[in-house]
């Protein structure tokens, strides 16, 4: 993974740590936006439900 990509997460944990209110809205937005804009199709459908559940469960 793109080290731009991990600083992104990164900051969006913490935003969304802070903040939950912001979670469904910039959360899926923004993994829309990588996953139909990026170059590299990193977050496959399943990678994605993995990821998503690992969020809700911690």
Known sequence: MPNYLKLTLNYLHVLIEYNPYLHTTLYFKTIYCFR??????????TNFNHF???????
Do not use: G, R
């Open 52 to 58: 998503l559940l690992q969020e809700f469960i911690a």
């Open 36 to 45: 139909f804009c990026s170059h590299q199709a990193w977050i496959t459908k």
